[in-house]
Structure formats: structure tokens, C-alpha cells
């Protein structure tokens, strides 16, 4: 017992050693003040209409399909016709953020839509993004009240409202997006609780080797891609 001790005493003893060196070091506070960035494909660094144009080609790519639309008047309909084109219950949740009040629901009121956390009886779910990486086509989530990241998850179905100009070259682009907004926001730099990144729909390959979409999420993903 005695030698057990000692031995997670010395373990603990050089991992708290380690900490407080790479706490204290120079190199680390500079690290951590100015956010190095990795190495950036050329593909990313393209003028701002052709990262939209990469995002969109990019999220197809990995099974999510995309819509455009001239401006948030035309949601209601993409949306009724979308669940429509897929026999779905013209019915879907929506995040109850303020970023989606613009949304003239009652243009389409044959579709029911409620506001709130995802429920088990949800079967389709309506967000907003932060931010849409053109690299990868890959969306930026941010958590919140106004943003239940269960809306992300549990539906079967998510469709995401993303404005061109929330897309951004690259994941280094969308952090440096995330942290001016806690600054000049009256976050004072502070992140969300959680950020998720989602690129296409829920999906596996633990099955035989074969990709089944809709394992531990939505097996569908609906980006409608709007002019600002």
C-alpha cells in the first residue's frame, strides 16, 4: 500500500510540476495571447464569393445538401417544401433566437412551428450557425438558451439558417470570429459553454464497414444558405 501511494504521489507530483512550468513559461502566455495558426490550404484562401461557393460544394460533398435563398422571407417556404419533397409531417422546432425572428412564419400556415428545446417526439429542427467553414463545409454552433444544442442532435431532421456572410475561410477564421464577438459583444472574450462543428449528417462506418447515416444524429442536414 505504502508503495502505491508513493508511486501516485511522484505521478501526480510531476504532472502538477508540468502544469505550473508551462503555465508559467513565456512561450505558453504568448501561445495563448495570440493564437498561432496552423497551416492553411490554398483552396481556403480565396475571395469572399468563392469561399460561398467552396462551403456550399464542400457540405454537399459530404451528404448535407444546400438551398439558396435571396433572404429570410423565403425560409418558410424552403422549408415547407422541403419536408414536403421528403414526405415529412409539415411540422418542425425552432431555436428560439433572436437572429431567426425575421423568419415571416405565418407566410406558410399550413406548417406548424413551435419554439424550444428538441423533444423525443421532435422529427425535424430549425437553426441558426455561426459561422460555415468553406475548407471543410463545415458548420459552427454555438450553445446558449436561445440555442439548444439538442435541436442539433435529436431531431432526425436539422435544417440550418446560415448568411452568406457568416462564412468564413477557415476554422482558425471562425475562432477569431468567435472571439471578437465575446469582446465587442460585452462578453469580454468569454466563449459559450459549448461549440459544436458539424460537417454533413450523422454518420458511421462501425456497421460492416459500410457508411450508415443517422447513427448518433440527424441523418439529414438542410443548409439554407441566405443573402444577407
Known amino acids: 500500500m505504502a508503495d502505491t501511494s508513493s508511486a501516485r504521489a511522484q505521478i501526480l507530483g510531476g504532472i502538477r510540476k508540468a502544469l505550473n512550468s508551462a503555465e508559467g513559461s513565456e512561450e505558453a502566455r504568448q501561445r495563448l495571447a495570440t493564437h498561432p495558426r496552423n497551416l492553411i490550404p490554398a483552396r481556403a484562401r480565396l ?9 456550399a ?10 438551398e439558396l435563398l435571396g433572404g429570410m422571407a423565403e425560409v418558410p417556404g424552403a422549408v ?7 414526405n415529412l409531417p409539415a411540422e418542425v422546432r425552432v431555436a428560439p433566437d433572436d437572429a431567426l425572428d425575421p423568419i ?4 406558410r400556415p399550413t406548417l ?3 419554439k424550444g428545446r428538441a423533444r423525443d417526439s421532435d422529427g425535424a429542427s430549425l437553426t441558426g450557425a455561426f459561422a460555415g467553414v468553406a475548407e471543410t463545409g463545415t458548420l459552427m454552433l454555438l450553445s446558449g438558451a436561445e440555442r439548444p444544442t439538442t435541436l442539433n442532435f435529436l431531431p432526425d431532421t436539422h435544417i440550418v439558417v446560415l448568411k ?17 464577438a465575446g469582446e465587442t459583444g460585452g462578453g469580454n472574450g468569454a466563449l459559450p459553454r459549448t461549440v459544436n462543428f458539424i460537417t454533413g449528417p450523422s454518420r458511421t462506418g462501425d456497421i460492416e464497414m459500410r457508411i450508415e447515416l443517422g447513427a448518433h444524429g440527424p441523418r439529414r442536414l438542410h443548409i439554407l444558405l441566405v443573402e444577407d
Open 57 to 66: 460544394a464542400m457540405a454537399t460533398e459530404v451528404s448535407a445538401t444546400v
Open 80 to 86: 415547407a417544401d422541403y419536408l414536403a419533397g421528403l
Open 164 to 180: 452568406r456572410g457568416q462564412i468564413v475561410g477557415t476554422m482558425e477564421d471562425a475562432w477569431d470570429r468567435l472571439r471578437a
Open 112 to 114: 406548424t412551428v413551435t
Open 47 to 55: 475571395p469572399h464569393d468563392q469561399q460561398v461557393e467552396l462551403f
Open 104 to 107: 415571416p412564419w405565418d407566410q
